[in-house]
């Protein structure tokens, strides 16, 4: 599998936008993720909206699923804002 450009994570719905786009390029689908995780799938369907909040655990258990892992980087300023 091709590897998947980082993505800053500010928010839940960047969050869930990086997740989702994760899960379609392993071409797997909400519910093939959730059997895989033990997450029903309409959470996993929230969390790629951005509209609800899960446990760091649950984030992670679904990252890893997707072959993916949480890292921290430094905040990179925006050049307008001060």
Same mark, same amino acid.
């Given at each position: 599998?091709?590897?998947?450009?980082? +993505?800053?994570? *500010?928010?839940?719905?960047?969050?869930?936008?990086?997740?989702?786009?994760?899960?379609?390029?392993?071409?797997?689908?909400?519910?093939?993720?959730?059997?895989?995780?033990?997450?029903?799938?309409?959470?996993?369907? /929230?969390?790629?909206?951005?509209?609800?909040?899960?446990?760091? /655990?649950?984030?992670?258990?679904?990252? $890893?699923?997707?072959?993916? $892992?949480?890292?921290?980087? /430094? *905040?990179?300023? /925006?050049?307008? +804002?001060?």
């Amino acid at each position: 599998m091709t590897s998947l450009t980082p +993505h800053p994570i *500010r928010s839940l719905r960047q969050a869930g936008t990086v997740l989702k786009a994760r899960r379609a390029a392993r071409k797997i689908s909400q519910k093939q993720l959730g059997e895989m995780t033990g997450t029903a799938q309409s959470t996993i369907s /929230d969390i790629e909206n951005g509209v609800v909040s899960v446990s760091l /655990d649950v984030y992670l258990r679904l990252l $890893e699923a997707l072959g993916a $892992e949480l890292s921290a980087t /430094d *905040r990179i300023a /925006d050049p307008g +804002h001060r």
